[in-house]
Every structure is written in structure tokens, then in C-alpha cells.
């Protein structure tokens, strides 16, 4: 199991070291210091071996965090292990920075006592850790609170303590998709997926039990075998999903069996759900970028955007970014929508539009200009990307219902005020990971261009939509409207 | 403290604080003490008391971090203190703090196995496997399951059916990481039988949605592992199958690091079970923002997944990946593309065409890894894409690497006939010998002789100067060594250095980069764990006791296997891909001699062969020339042809058994048994055999050898229907399972009763032999004298008529050249193999026989048999209704008179 963790600035010094075995020797610190974060290539391999000592590490901004084994440990596990104690850390102080970790030292030794115990991850839910790990000192306790802590640590339900008391219940849901769009250079579309998760903010009291549904094809395909009439109507709405995970709330040999979501939810927003689907996707935009070169310091480029869906629907803030080569030296660019811009700290142009009907098509067109370079080292071409928000999934997923009971409480979904679907939260953080790859091959009729060596002909790839869903529902319990 | 400053001088003063009530301060204070106290033993024994103390207090938070602390205090003294309060901490009423407890367990075990064994901790440890709290269960199965591990014989972990479902009953419960703990311990149990297999899968498959990746790995990982005992028929094995597939894709949706771990594994499963993914290809079509290592994986999974139905997309895929900018990576993808052309036979032309497109880029490192996996191409498709060889001699001057300049030389003296300049550019090489790797000169070395060979007129004086370079001045004794055998072959016959130096090279194999079958099932097991990420077995890098133990997968139970009929498996289910990894003989040889370079796996080969190089030389009196001073192509001396010639020889023609050969007692000649099948091409099975009749009944012996690492079994063998519808008369009946280089000999009866088709040429056979690996296919040509019945003597007036009757045109005249017996010998001994003399004259100093034979369908066949006694060709005159069956009757003849 885990021998001991450590935690790096981007120095290499030392922040938080804990060891829990015997065979990591203090010389590990500093074996991983040397070997991984001042060493001269890139880092080859997320776990590294060094003298039969086993270093796995992630890098949060700065901030390098190592697990050190000298056994054949679980090396998914200590991964996951990593990540949640990201997680826990971001939960009890922000943002993980240097500064942060050296204010909330004796927290994080606390903490990493309670959550690793000889190696062995132990309960990692926030919610249950701040019951009896705070900041504030240790308030004194009741036996009753006591043993309630305790039952909760261990117990089945650990992601959430008993007693939460709202005055308003209240429920939402977003579902947020990404396309991602595999194309050939001829334009084919090779393959595309969505991906998506479910995240909810619950703010409800007591130990609500909910089951959340969906079009999921399979589900709605047995209870068309019930009742014959539903299949006609239903079967065309459904999506087959390929896969799903759950949040660990959600009761698997449940789904296994029935197919159905059901859960207690953590208190406050989680992911209660990821899924993947490959089937009839909507592609909500098509990217169409020409690229042509002028003479070795020039480029002209030229993007069209078309958008695909129904013209009584309307796109958000569409965000296209167009990468540009790092020896720019200054980019003129005319647009007939939006506002575009090119931003030299991130090579690329930016253009933004605020809204987009369906049906419609918007182009941008800019000059780039180069500097004469000899460097040999090549421009890696990133693909175009671009955000946007349209007000239904890609994935053609819906949400049919949402119940909530609450057996001693007793409020439930009946008391449902508003149903809202066409709210929008804010978009998904960070760019889109994802592609969508168009390989422009050059005109090899443009002289320029026979004169460059072949292998630094110019390629452009566009890069995927990152659309989303929203859809938030409300639960009252005393009745109080809300919207 | 914690970042490396001696703070140990303030020791007492802090054990001082250690009553606090301050739950925050106690907690920094026991931070301190397992810090220190290993290093103050002494000034330790003072905390004893509040530790007791806490262990008492009414807060079970209080009372678990006592005990936990405790645990970790690595000094002998305390941990005697600690066995009374960790006693009543395991049959705490408070949950929390048995689960603490029991990590504590683990923890005391590590420092003192004695004590915990004495104590009676470890039963203890075993009952709280039945605890009511699930997060107790988790943590007592991982603390069983540590100490288990550093005590492999104990019988610790004695799972069975009752605690197994225990064990999945908390699974449903327990946190995640409690769920990765039972999920890990149940992979370590081996069920029954396949029913109990199939429920236990049954329970753990929710588990694959589960957000943890570490759940899902450790669950593929148990189903991965009792999959084996299910059968294949079972409905059930083919829905566990797809649902496999979902999860491990999703996979590569989660954070890279995991990815990575993720990707590892995969490599693993889609070695061992390719059906699984076949169908996935486009996930690891790779990210343009993936990190390298992810980027890197992915390719590798793709090459394993290239099949005919994807491999136009792979191959586009590949070509942009090797425009991209990573150098690691662009390496990898045209290496790729080497493989692809060598695994999917369809694509290699066009493999061949993006490699030249790719080394049309003059880009450095793209053109020699393309010559690289060229020469692999070139192996594996000899004599069909020669034509590519002018561009790649365009490009010599550029090459800097070893390997790619070894491929280079490897390519210019393999074809050395068909470059016209080969002779100058090898010489150009020759002119830096020395400061080549020992690789390039080896590889010149053996260039060079291959093109003296070709062309030995105009380049004597190039062999002379290598040779020289290669046993004088070279300190390198692999070098020296092979200088020294070709330079005797070559001065003692060169017809057989023809034979041994240009030999027809075994193919490659089509899969490299395998991981070899039982470390493949040893990390099956292994899934999830670091061993999957190293592909290695943990006893590789973990040190001491722990991980020595060897898993193994769970014998299959199920037995409708074994009856499965050759003819049929192929379009079945596919069969668990184990490909022979080790080279054959074949391999062996080449290798020894003109190979190095040889396909990507062979290794361990490379050391053998020089060690046997070194024996032969020493016993062929390679001293003696050294002493001579290495006296060029003069005088070798005596011994060395012999030991030398008989080596070499008779593995080139496997030879070996001409020796050892099968006595024949009474009946007809029986050949040498020659390979039928070579293990390269059957996974590691290699038969040989040969035919013969004895008293009535025809046989087919056949060794086996088992030239792979595993041990093979349920073998069977069928026929092909054939010209004169020979079948097995017995099932092959191989009684014990043939474990690694182990051999068995069998003669298997055969009969004429089989159903009957004309082959081509008539005396083909084609055979399957099927063992617990897959099915293979040979063919092999019988003599047709197996056929010859014992009732072939016709009578004389018989003979006569039917000879007169039988038109002319039906006569076919052959000469049996060098044969010296004379006619009384040739009729004995024709008479063995059932061709029997009618009648003998003497006409003008010649003897005429006149011989009859009969076929087991019935066919006579007529000869007339003219040996005149100065001449030692015969004239053989056949006559048959059936006159096809004529060229292999002389064939018999000729084998028979001349053995």
C-alpha cells in the first residue's frame, strides 16, 4: 500500500511529507526531487521507478503531489487516491497553491492521518470529514454527536450526515455535454461521440431518497413491452447510451438489475453521473476553415461556421479559437459577427458571438503575419476549438423525471413548484479537450509552397463544439414559488 | 519536522503536552511521536501512559487515533504495551474504532509477526470479516490480505464459499476504497467450479459503473480472472464479454494519469482476449492534447487491434501522427506502420508506399525509422517489394544510428545481386569499421560474406579485408568468433557456406512485442496493479518476501473444447491469442548466422547464439588458426569440417534424425522423419514425422515438440480428404500433456477408407492438428510406396495379357540414375516395399525385371525394370490404366533403390 506522500512546490522543495511504512526512507524525497521535477526531459510516465521504489505523482498548477510504494500496490487506486485528496483539499481551503498549503499545514496533516491509514485510504467524503475535522479547533462534543460522527465515517451512507435542515428544499440539475468530433481531411466524419455528466446541487434536508430517469433506450423499451401503445411514441426519443458511472451514492446493483438511478445525494453539488453515447448525434455546429499561404510571412485564413439546428433555437456564447503560429507577428482580421481578437500571450485568435440562430452562417476571415525564422523546431498545430451553449443535447438525452421521498420528512416531488428547462448556467470551465480534426492539405499549386521543405507545410485542425444542456428543476417544500 | 529538520531535542517538551484535551494539538503531538520516538526509544516508554489512558476514553474518535498512533510507533517496548488495549479496541462497540483496529493489526504484524501470531490477533482479525459494519469488513480483508501476502504458505485468507459472500454482500455497501480492497481479495480466490465462477462474476459486474477507475480495474480484473473457468458456450461468457467492453472505454475518459494506468492494462486484455475491443479501434485513435505517454500507449493498442476490416483508417491515423512534433512519437508511429504491413498481409503494399512517401521527407529520424521497419517488411514479403530499394540506397549518407545503418547492411547484402554498386557502398561502411557499434559490424560482417557468395569474382579482396578486420583487430569475441566460422566455412566448401550463409530465412512472425503466454496470465492477474503498469511480475521490483508468490489463472472447466473439430474452430470463437514468442530452431539458426538484426523479439536468441558460436569454435580447433596466425584461406585444418559441417548442416535440414532415425525391422523403407510444421508457424508445436508400412498396415510417425513456454494438451488430428483416402485409423492418442521442450513420439495407424479427392500433385496430404492453442494446418507429401499392398504380385500369364492390353501411350520411361546394386539386390529389395518380380531375363548382357505392383484402391501398375551392369542408370518402363500415378511410382522406386 501507499509507503508515504509528499508534497512539492514547483522548486522541488518539500511541503508536506508523511510516511506510513517503514521501507520509505527519507532519501525518497529527495530520490523524486532529483529524478522527476528537475529532470531535464519532459515527464515520460506518471509513475516512475527509482532504485525499486515506486513514485506516482500529479501536478495540480505548481503543486507537485507524490505517493511513494515500495509495493505492488493498486496503481489505479493511488491515483484515485491522489485525485480525492485534491479534491478534499480544494473542498476545505481552495484552490491548491503553495501559499495555501503552507496556511493550512496542520489541516492537511490532519487530514491526511484520518484519510490514510498505514497506506490504506480510508472515508474521503468531505461532507463526512468536516464533521469532525475543522479548521476551528475541536468544538466539544456530545456523546450523541459523537457516536453519530463516527456511525456516519463508517457507515453506508458516509457521503452524508443525517439531520441537514433546509427551509427551502431545493434541487438542480445540469447536464452538461461535450461533442467530440474525429473528421478526416476530406471532411468525413471518421467518429464522434458525446460525452456527459449529470451534475446536481441538492439542498435538501433529512435523508431524501431520489431516482432520477431518464430516455434511456433500454429503460424505455421495457416498459414499452408493458404497455404497447408508448413504444410508437417513446421509441423515438430514447437514446442508446454506451456507458455510464455512477457517483458512489447511486445504488449499483440496482441499475445492474433494474436500470434505474436511485440514490441519497450528497449534500450540495456532485456528479452524479457520467455517460457516453455514439449514436444520433446532433452535430449543432460545422467548422470550415481554409487556410492559404503567402509567401513565407504571410497567411491568410479564412473560417466558416454554419449552424445546424432549428432556426427558432438559439446558441450562446459561441467562442471560436484559432490557433496561430508561435513566429506571428501581427494578425489583421475581419468578421461580420461578433468580435474577434488575437491574443499573443495565447497564439491564437479569438472570436466570440454572442448569440447564433440555427440555420445560419457566420465567417471570419484574418491575415497573419510571420516573422522570417530559421528555428527548426515545429509548430505542433493545435486543433481549432470552440464553446458554445444551445439549449438541448447533443446527445438528444432528456431528462423524463426527477423523484424525491423523503420518508420522514415527508415532503416529496409532489410538491414540485416549477419545472424550469431553459435556464443556462455558466459555460464549462477551460477549453475543450477534445478535437475535431480537418487536415487541410495546402494548394500545392501556390509557388510558395513547393519551395518549403515538405514537412512544414501547414495544417490546420478544428477543434470540437463543447455544447451544453441545462435544465434545473425546484423543490419546495412549504410551496414559495421560486423561478 | 516534516520537511527534514531535526526538531528531536524538543522531545520531552512535547510528550509534556501530550494530556491535552485540545483534540488538534493531540493530534500534531502523536505526529510528533511517530516521528521521533524511534529514534528516543527511551524517553518513547513516557507516552505509554496517556496512549492506555486514551485508549480508555469515552470518545471513540479519541480512542481510534490512540490506537492508530500506537501502531505506528516502531519500538519495541510499546508495541508490548499496545497488545491489551488493541485487543479491547477490536471488540470496540464503536465501529469507527474497529475499523481502526484493524488496520492496526497489519500494522503490529509488520513490526512484530510473532507477537500478533501469539496474541491471537489474527483470529480476531478473521471474525471481524463477518462484522455488521461493511467499512470494518474492507479494512479487515485488506489487513488479512497484507499479512496473507508476506505468509504465502499460511492458510490465512481461507476463503470459501460463506465468507466469499460475505465479502460481496459488503461490496455493495462499503466505501469505494473499501470496495477495491474485497474486489482485490476476491481475485486471490479460486472458485470451484464454473457455476460458482459465473455467480461470483454475476454479483461483482454492477461494479464496472461505478465512478472509481479503480473500481472498475480491480472488477475487470476478478471477471478477467474466473472468466477463464467459464465455458465458452455458456450465453453468459458472450454477454460478459460485451460487457466488458463499455467500462474499459470509458476508461480513457478519466484524467490522464489514470489513462495511462488504464491504457497499460488494456495492453494486457487485448492480448489476452482480443475480442473484447475489436470492435474500439476509434477510442485510441489519439488526442491532440493527450500527454505523450497516454499518446504513446494508445498506439500500441492500436497496432494490436489493426485488423483487415480497420486498417485503411489505422494507416491514416498513423501517417499524421508521423508528421507530428514529439520525436519518441513519430518514431513509434512509423515503426507502427511497419507492423501494420506485417501483421495485415492486404495493407502491406500500402504500408510500403507511406513508408517511402515518409522517407521522401528527408526528415532524419523518420527516414531511419523507416529503413528499420523496411528491412522487417522485407522479411516478412521476401522477394516483392525490392523494388523500393533504389530510394532507400538514396538515403545512405544520412543514416547516423546503428540500427537503422545495420538495416541498411542487412538490406544492400540480402540483395546484393540486384545493387549494382552493393560491393562499393559496403566498402564505403567498411572504411570506419571500428568505430561502428557492434551491431552495424556484425551485420557488415555478414553482408559482406553474402555478397562474396553472390558475386565472388569481383570482391574477393572485400572478404579478405573483413574477415581480417573481424577475427585480428577486433576485441569483440561475438565478432571474432563469427569472423572465424565464415572464414573456415568459406575455406573448406564453400557450396555448404552457400548453403548455411544464404539459407532460406525463416518468416518473421506477425505479432511482435508480445508479452510472452504465462507472464501474460500472471499479470491478468495482476490488473490494476503496478505490475500491469511495468508489465512486469511484482517480484521484478518489489523487494523482500512479498510478491513472490507466482498467480496463475484458473484452469478452464468447461470441456467443450476438446471436442470441437478442427475444421470447425477457425470460424468460431477465436481461441485466447498465445503465439509462440520463443524462436524455433529455424530462427535459432538464422540468427546464429546471418540475422541479428531478426525480428524485434529475439533477444534471448542473440546471447545463445554466441555462446554456441564459442563451443563450436572451440571444439572445431579454431585455436588452431589463431596459433596459425589465421592463415587466410589455406590448409584448415581436418577437424573442423567435421564438427563444424555436422552442427550447422543438420540444423539447417534437420538433419539429426537421419541418424537417429526409425530402424525399419520388416516392411517397407522408411524415410527420415523431416519437419512437417515448424513451431514458428504453429505457436510453438513442431512436428515432424514420416510414413511407413509395416505388415499390412500403414503408419504415420510423428514427433511432437513443444518448443513454446506453456504446456499443451488435448491434442487431435484430422485429415483433409485425399487422392487414395488415407484417414486415421485411431484418434492421436498423446497421453500426458506435453509440457515446454518436452517431445513425444507417436505412431498413428492409418487406413485407405477415407473419403477420396484428387489432389494435386496426388500424393499431397493436408492434415490439422489441433492442441489447447489453436488449430494448424500442413501439408505434407506421402511416398507412395506406403500404398503398395502385400497381394501385388500378379500371375505371369496375367502379366503378359494386361501388359499387351494396356495402350502404349499409357507407358511412361524414366531413368533411375546412380544406382549401382545389381539385379538380384534391386529385386529383394523392391520386394520389401511390395513391388514383386514376375519374371527376370537376360537380353545382350542386360537383366530385365519385370515387376507388378498394386495400389490399396485396386490400381496395378506394370514395370519393366532394364539394368545393364556397366551402366548405373536403370531405364524404368511403367504401365498403368491410371498413367497419373506413373511420376510417383518411379519416385518410390528411386527413393526405395537408393536408401
Same mark, same amino acid.
Given at each position: 500500500?501507499i /509507503?508515504?506522500l509528499?508534497?512539492?512546490?514547483h522548486?522541488?522543495?518539500v511541503?508536506i ?18 529524478n522527476v ?5 519532459q515527464?515520460r510516465s506518471?509513475v516512475?521507478n527509482i532504485a ?8 495540480r498548477s505548481?503543486?507537485w ?7 505492488? @500496490?493498486n496503481?489505479a487506486?493511488?491515483?484515485?487516491f491522489?485525485?480525492k485528496m485534491?479534491d478534499?483539499?480544494t ?7 503553495e ?6 499545514f @496542520?489541516?492537511?496533516?490532519e487530514l491526511l492521518?484520518?484519510i490514510?491509514?498505514f497506506?490504506?485510504p480510508q472515508?474521503s467524503?468531505t461532507?463526512a ?5 475543522t479548521?476551528?479547533g475541536?468544538? &466539544?462534543?456530545?456523546?450523541?454527536e459523537?457516536s453519530?460522527?463516527?456511525s456516519q465515517?463508517t457507515?453506508?451512507i /458516509?457521503?452524508r450526515?443525517e439531520?441537514i435542515?433546509y ?6 440539475l ?9 473528421m478526416s481531411?476530406?471532411g468525413q466524419?471518421?467518429s464522434a461521440?458525446?460525452s456527459?455528466?449529470?451534475v446536481m ?8 431518497e ?6 434511456d433506450k433500454?429503460v424505455i423499451?421495457k416498459? /414499452? ?7 410508437g411514441k417513446?421509441g423515438k426519443?430514447?437514446?442508446a447510451?454506451?456507458?455510464c458511472t ?13 436500470r434505474s438511478i436511485?440514490?441519497?445525494p450528497p449534500d450540495g453539488?456532485?456528479?452524479l453521473m457520467r455517460?457516453r ?8 455546429f460545422? @467548422?470550415i476553415p481554409?487556410?492559404r ?10 473560417v466558416?461556421?454554419k449552424?445546424?439546428?432549428?432556426p427558432?433555437?438559439?446558441a ?5 479559437r484559432?490557433?496561430?503560429?508561435l513566429?506571428?507577428?501581427?494578425v ?5 459577427k /461578433? $468580435?474577434a481578437k488575437? $491574443?499573443?500571450?495565447?497564439?491564437a485568435?479569438v ?9 445560419k452562417?457566420s465567417?471570419i476571415?484574418a491575415?497573419?503575419e510571420l516573422?522570417?525564422?530559421?528555428d527548426?523546431k515545429k509548430w505542433?498545430r ?6 458554445f451553449?444551445?439549449?438541448f443535447a447533443?446527445s ?5 423525471y426527477?423523484k @424525491? ?6 415532503y416529496?416531488?409532489h410538491?414540485?413548484?416549477?419545472w &424550469?428547462s431553459?435556464t443556462f448556467?455558466?459555460n464549462?470551465?477551460g477549453?475543450s479537450?477534445?478535437?475535431k480534426t480537418?487536415w487541410?492539405?495546402l494548394g ?5 509552397c ?6 512544414l507545410?501547414l $495544417?490546420f ?6 455544447g ?11 410551496g414559495?414559488?421560486l423561478? | ?9 524538543l522531545f520531552?517538551?512535547?510528550v509534556?503536552?501530550m494530556?491535552t484535551?485540545n483534540?488538534?494539538l493531540k493530534?500534531?503531538?502523536y505526529?510528533?511521536?511517530?516521528n521521533y ?7 518513547a516508554?513516557?507516552a505509554?501512559?496517556? =496512549?492506555v489512558?486514551d485508549?480508555e476514553?469515552p470518545n471513540?474518535l479519541?480512542r481510534?487515533?490512540a490506537?492508530?498512533?500506537?501502531g505506528c510507533i ?6 508490548e504495551y499496545l497488545c491489551?488495549?488493541?485487543r479491547?479496541?477490536?471488540?470496540d462497540?464503536?465501529?469507527y474504532?474497529r475499523?481502526t483496529a ?7 504484524? %509488520?513490526?512484530?509477526a510473532?507477537l500478533v501470531?501469539d496474541?491471537?490477533?489474527?483470529d480476531?482479525?478473521?471474525? !471481524?470479516?463477518?462484522d455488521?459494519?461493511?467499512?470494518v ?6 489487513? !488479512?490480505s497484507e ?9 490465512l485468507?481461507?476463503?470459501n ?6 465479502l460481496?454482500?459488503?461490496l ?5 476504497w473499501g470496495?477495491i480492497?474485497?474486489l482485490?481479495?476476491l ?5 470451484k467450479?464454473?457455476?460458482e +465462477?459465473?455467480?461470483?462474476?454475476e454479483?461483482v459486474?454492477?461494479?464496472?459503473s461505478?465512478a472509481?477507475? +479503480? ?8 471477471l478477467m480472472?474466473?472468466m477463464?473457468?467459464?465455458s ?10 460485451k460487457k466488458l ?5 470509458t ?5 490522464p494519469?489514470l489513462?495511462?494506468?488504464?491504457l497499460r492494462?488494456?495492453?494486457?486484455i ?14 485510441f485513435f489519439v488526442?491532440y492534447?493527450?500527454? #505523450? ?5 494508445k498506439?500500441?493498442i492500436?497496432?494490436?487491434l ?5 486498417i ?5 491515423? !498513423?501517417k499524421?501522427y +508521423? ?5 519518441? =512519437?513519430?518514431?513509434?508511429a512509423?515503426?507502427?506502420i511497419g507492423?501494420?504491413?506485417?501483421k495485415?498481409?492486404?495493407?502491406a503494399?500500402r504500408?510500403v ?6 522517407i521522401?521527407?528527408k526528415?532524419n529520424y ?5 529503413i528499420v521497419?523496411?528491412?522487417d517488411?522485407?522479411r516478412k514479403?521476401?522477394n516483392?517489394y525490392?523494388?523500393?530499394i533504389?530510394?532507400l540506397?538514396e538515403?545512405?549518407?544520412? !543514416?547516423?544510428e546503428?540500427e537503422?545503418?545495420?538495416?541498411m547492411?542487412?538490406i544492400?547484402?540480402?540483395?546484393a545481386?540486384?545493387i549494382?554498386?552493393a ?5 564505403s561502411?567498411?572504411?570506419g569499421f571500428?568505430?561502428?557499434s557492434t ?9 559482406i560474406v553474402k555478397?562474396f ?33 565464415y572464414?573456415?566455412?568459406?575455406s573448406t566448401?564453400p ?12 518468416? #518473421? ?7 510472452e503466454p504465462?507472464?501474460?496470465?500472471e499479470?491478468i492477474?495482476y490488473i490494476g496493479?503496478?505490475?500491469s ?5 511484482p517480484s521484478?521490483f518489489?523487494?523482500g ?15 467443450s473444447?476438446?471436442?470441437e473439430s478442427p ?6 470463437v477465436?481461441?485466447p491469442?498465445?503465439p509462440?514468442? #520463443? ?6 539458426l538464422? %540468427?546464429?548466422l546471418n540475422?541479428d538484426l531478426g525480428?524485434p ?5 542473440m546471447?545463445t547464439s554466441?555462446v554456441?558460436?564459442g563451443a563450436?569454435?572451440l571444439?572445431g580447433g579454431g ?5 596459425g596466425?589465421g592463415?587466410?584461406f589455406a590448409?584448415p585444418?581436418?577437424a ?7 552442427p550447422?548442416?543438420?540444423g ?10 526409425v530402424g525399419t ?16 508457424k504453429a505457436k510453438g508445436?513442431?512436428?515432424s514425422?514420416?510414413?511407413?508400412r ?8 510423428l ?7 506453456q504446456?499443451m494438451?488435448?491434442?487431435?488430428i ?5 487422392s487414395?483416402?488415407?484417414?486415421p485409423?485411431?484418434p492421436?492418442?498423446v ?7 518436452q517431445?513425444v513420439?507417436?505412431s498413428?495407424p492409418?487406413?485407405t477408407?477415407g ?10 496430404l493436408?492434415v490439422a492438428?489441433?492442441n489447447?492453442i489453436?488449430v494448424?494446418?500442413?501439408s505434407t507429401l506421402?511416398p507412395l510406396?506406403?500404398? =503398395? ?5 500378379m ?9 499387351k492390353?494396356i495402350?502404349?501411350?499409357?507407358e511412361?520411361?524414366f531413368?533411375?540414375k546412380?544406382c ?5 539386390a534391386?529385386?529383394?529389395?523392391l520386394?520389401g516395399s511390395n513391388?514383386f ?5 537376360n537380353?545382350?548382357?542386360q537383366?530385365m ?5 498394386k495400389?490399396t484402391?485396386?490400381?496395378w501398375?506394370l ?8 551402366n548405373p542408370?536403370f531405364?524404368?518402363s511403367l504401365k ?10 518411379f ?9
Open positions: 500500500m /509507503g508515504g509528499f508534497i512539492y512546490n522548486k522541488g522543495e511541503l511529507s508523511r510516511v506510513y511504512r517503514d521501507d520509505i526512507g527519507r532519501n525518497a524525497v529527495d530520490a523524486f526531487r532529483v521535477i528537475h529532470a531535464r526531459q515527464v506518471p516512475t525499486r521504489t515506486s513514485f506516482f505523482h500529479v501536478k505548481n503543486i503531489l507524490a505517493a511513494v510504494t515500495k509495493q505492488n @500496490v496503481a487506486m493511488v491515483f484515485e491522489l485525485y485534491c478534499v483539499m473542498a476545505y481551503f481552495g484552490k491548491i497553491s501559499e495555501n498549503i503552507k496556511n493550512n @496542520v489541516l492537511i496533516y492521518d484520518e490514510l491509514d497506506g490504506y472515508n467524503e461532507g470529514l468536516k464533521t469532525f475535522i479548521q476551528q475541536i468544538k &466539544s462534543q456530545t456523546k450523541e459523537q453519530q460522527i463516527t465515517v457507515g453506508q /458516509g457521503w450526515r439531520g435542515k427551509r427551502r428544499n431545493e434541487l438542480f445540469d447536464v452538461l455535454e461535450s461533442v467530440n468530433l474525429l481531411p476530406q466524419v471518421l461521440h458525446v456527459g455528466r449529470v446541487k441538492s439542498y435538501l434536508s433529512g435523508m431524501p431520489c431516482k432520477f430517469g431518464m430516455n433500454i423499451e416498459q /414499452g413491452k408493458g404497455t404497447a401503445d408508448e413504444t417513446s426519443q430514447s437514446i447510451i454506451d456507458d455512477f457517483h458512489q451514492c447511486v445504488r449499483l446493483s440496482k441499475f445492474d438489475s433494474e436511485s440514490f441519497i453539488e456532485f456528479e455517460y453515447t455514439t449514436k444520433d448525434i446532433i452535430l449543432p460545422r @467548422v481554409l487556410v499561404e503567402v509567401g513565407r510571412t504571410k497567411l491568410e485564413v479564412k466558416v461556421i449552424s445546424n439546428f432549428k427558432s433555437l438559439l450562446q456564447k459561441i467562442e471560436v484559432i490557433p496561430t503560429p513566429n506571428t507577428s501581427g489583421q482580421v475581419i468578421c461580420m /461578433g $468580435k488575437y $491574443k499573443a500571450s495565447e497564439n485568435i472570436w466570440k458571438i454572442k448569440r447564433m440562430a440555427g440555420m452562417e465567417q476571415s491575415e497573419i516573422l522570417p525564422t530559421n527548426k505542433a493545435p486543433p481549432i476549438s470552440m464553446n451553449e444551445v439549449p447533443p438528444g438525452l432528456k431528462v423524463r426527477l @424525491v421521498f423523503e420518508p420522514k420528512l415527508n416529496s416531488d410538491d414540485v413548484i416549477k &424550469s431553459s448556467r455558466e464549462l470551465p477549453p479537450t477534445d478535437r480537418l487541410l492539405t500545392m499549386d501556390s509557388p510558395a513547393a519551395q518549403l521543405p515538405p514537412m507545410q $495544417k485542425r478544428t477543434q470540437s463544439c463543447a451544453m444542456l441545462s435544465a434545473s428543476c425546484f423543490l419546495s417544500q412549504g414559495e414559488g423561478v | 519536522m516534516t520537511v527534514g529538520k531535526d526538531v528531536s531535542a520531552p517538551d512535547v509534556n503536552c494530556q484535551d483534540l488538534e493530534k500534531l503531538v505526529l510528533y511521536l511517530m520516538a524511534k529514534s528516543q526509544p527511551d524517553m516508554i513516557m505509554v501512559n496517556t =496512549f489512558k485508549c476514553d471513540p479519541i481510534a487515533l490506537v492508530r498512533t500506537m516502531r519500538v519495541d517496548k510499546i508495541t491489551e488495549p488493541l479491547k479496541c477490536l471488540k462497540e464503536d465501529p474504532v475499523k484493524a488496520v492496526c493489526v497489519a500494522k503490529l504484524h %509488520d513490526i512484530n510473532q501470531e496474541q491471537g490477533f489474527l480476531t482479525l478473521k471474525d !471481524l470479516i463477518s455488521s459494519n461493511p467499512m469488513v474492507a479494512n479487515a480483508v485488506a489487513a !488479512l499479512i496473507a501476502e508476506s505468509h504465502p504458505s499460511s492458510n485468507l481461507d476463503l464459499p460463506q465468507s466469499i459472500n460475505k460481496l454482500t459488503a455493495n455497501e462499503c466505501t469505494e470496495q480492497f474485497i482485490d481479495c481475485a486471490n480466490y479460486m472458485p467450479d464454473d457455476r +465462477a459465473q455467480s461470483i462474476c454479483r459486474t454492477p461494479r464496472l461505478h472509481n477507475s +479503480a473500481v472498475v480495474l480491480s472488477a475487470v480484473k476478478v480472472k474466473f477463464e473457468m467459464l465458452k458456450d455458456l450465453d453468459y461468457y458472450g454477454t460478459l464479454l467492453a463499455p467500462p474499459l472505454v476508461l480513457l475518459s478519466a484524467e494519469e489513462q495511462y494506468v488504464a492494462n488494456i495492453n494486457l487485448v492480448q489476452k482476449r482480443p475480442e473484447i475491443l475489436k470492435h474500439e479501434m476509434k477510442v488526442k492534447n493527450d500527454p #505523450i505517454y497516454v499518446k504513446l500507449e498506439l500500441d492500436m497496432i494490436r489493426a485488423s483487415q476490416a480497420n485503411a483508417q489505422v494507416l491514416a491515423e !498513423l499524421e +508521423a508528421t507530428e512534433v514529439d520525436v519518441d =512519437f513519430v518514431r513509434k512509423v515503426r507502427a507492423r501494420c504491413a506485417i495485415v498481409e492486404q495493407s503494399e504500408c508506399s507511406t513508408l517511402l512517401d515518409l521522401q521527407t526528415v523518420v527516414v531511419q525509422e523507416a521497419v523496411i528491412k517488411i522485407f514479403y521476401p516483392k525490392e523494388s523500393v533504389a530510394t540506397c538515403n545512405l549518407d544520412s !543514416l547516423d546503428p537503422a545503418r545495420a538495416a547492411i542487412w544492400v547484402g540480402e540483395y545481386e540486384r549494382d554498386n560491393d562499393e557502398l559496403l566498402e561502411f567498411l572504411e571500428h568505430d561502428e551491431q552495424v559490424q556484425l551485420q557488415l560482417l555478414t553482408a555478397l557468395l553472390k558475386k565472388p569474382t569481383e570482391t574477393q579482396e572485400l572478404v579478405q579485408q573483413v574477415l581480417s578486420l573481424a577475427t585480428q583487430d577486433s576485441d569483440n569475441p561475438d565478432l571474432r568468433d563469427r569472423g572465424y566460422i572464414w573456415r566455412l568459406l566448401d557450396v555448404a557456406a552457400k548453403e548455411v550463409v544464404l539459407a532460406e530465412k525463416p518468416l #518473421i512472425s506477425e505479432e511482435t512485442d508480445l508479452i504465462t507472464l501474460l496470465d499479470l492477474c496493479t503496478l505490475a503498469v511495468y508489465h512486469k511480475p521484478a518489489v523487494e518476501s512479498r510478491g513472490v508468490v507466482h498467480k496463475s489463472l484458473p484452469p478452464r472447466t468447461g470441456s473444447e476438446s471436442a475444421d470447425t474452430a477457425p470460424s468460431g477465436q481461441a491469442e498465445q509462440a514468442v #520463443i524462436p524455433t530452431q529455424g530462427d535459432l538464422g %540468427d546464429l540475422l525480428p523479439v529475439s533477444g534471448p536468441p546471447a554466441s554456441q558460436m563450436v569454435d571444439l585455436l588452431d588458426s589463431l596459433m596466425g592463415g587466410g590448409a585444418s581436418a573442423a569440417p567435421a564438427t563444424l559441417g555436422a550447422l548442416s543438420s539447417l535440414g534437420d538433419l539429426f534424425d537421419l541418424t537417429g532415425g525391422l520388416s516392411g517397407s523403407y522408411v524415410a527420415p522423419k523431416t519437419v512437417w510444421l515448424p513451431a514458428m508445436l513442431e512436428i514425422g514420416t510414413f511407413s509395416q505388415v499390412g498396415s500403414i503408419s504415420m510417425d514427433v511432437l515438440t513443444n518448443k513454446a513456454l504446456v494438451s488435448d491434442f487431435a484430422q485429415f483433409n480428404r485425399n487414395f483416402g488415407l484417414a485409423a485411431a492421436l492418442q497421453h500426458a500433456p506435453l509440457a515446454p521442450n517431445s513420439e507417436i498413428l492409418l487406413n477408407v473419403s477420396v479427392m484428387k489432389m494435386d500433385p496426388l500424393n499431397n493436408q492438428v489441433k489447447n489453436d494448424f494446418y500442413f506421402y510406396h506406403i500404398l =503398395f499392398v502385400e497381394d501385388g504380385k500371375e505371369r500369364q496375367m502379366f503378359l495379357a494386361t501388359w492390353d495402350p502404349n501411350e499409357n511412361a520411361q531413368q533411375i546412380d549401382s546394386l545389381n539385379a538380384d534391386v529385386s529383394s529389395k520386394q513391388i518380380t514376375i519374371a527376370k531375363r537380353v545382350e548382357g537383366d525385371l519385370y515387376q507388378s505392383l495400389l484402391n485396386g490400381i501398375v514395370a519393366e525394370l532394364r539394368i545393364q551392369p556397366s542408370s531405364t524404368l498403368c490404366r491410371a498413367p497419373e500415378v506413373a511420376p510417383y511410382v519416385q518410390a522406386y528411386e527413393t526405395v533403390l537408393k536408401n
